[in-house]
């Protein structure tokens, strides 16, 4: 079992930065693809970035640029660094963590639109005009 726990979310107007934290605990491996996908009530959950366990990421065409993930193995944490946010940004942000694909799926357009293994309950982001 994987326990993928999200923090830092919260409203902030249009330009504000917001740090997204997924800690990771349970039976997992560090050789996981891990990632950050978002929903908008309504709609269906995409990708804004992912890692391999190499260190390669992928973003979305709509982060890139503001958006940057990282990964601190020491203590088992994913982050998501949002920079320049704009009202569009605004969903339920979703740690996620799969051990099935490999890293060059991982960093791939691919995984962004797939369903990973596992996935936390979700941090909101909220900007304002």
């Known amino acids: 079992q994987v326990r993928l726990v999200e923090s830092g979310g919260g409203s902030v107007q249009a330009g504000g930065s917001l740090r997204l934290s997924c800690v990771v605990s349970?039976?997992?491996?560090?050789?996981?693809?891990m990632g950050w996908f978002r929903q908008v009530e309504g709609k269906t959950r995409v990708g804004v970035a992912s890692?391999?366990?190499?260190?390669?990421?992928k973003y979305a065409d709509s982060v890139k640029g503001r958006f940057t993930i990282s990964q601190v193995s020491a203590n088992d944490t994913l982050y998501l660094q949002m920079n320049n946010l704009k009202p569009e940004d605004t969903a339920m942000y979703y740690c996620?963590?799969?051990?099935?694909?490999?890293?060059?799926?991982?960093?791939?357009?691919?995984?962004?639109?797939?369903?990973?293994?596992?996935r936390g309950q979700g941090t909101q982001v909220t900007v304002s005009p």
């Open positions: 996620v963590a799969d051990f099935s694909v490999g890293a060059s799926y991982c960093i791939g357009e691919s995984f962004l639109h797939s369903d990973p293994m596992w």
């Open positions: 349970g039976y997992w491996y560090r050789s996981a693809c």
């Open positions: 890692i391999a366990d190499d260190g390669t990421t």
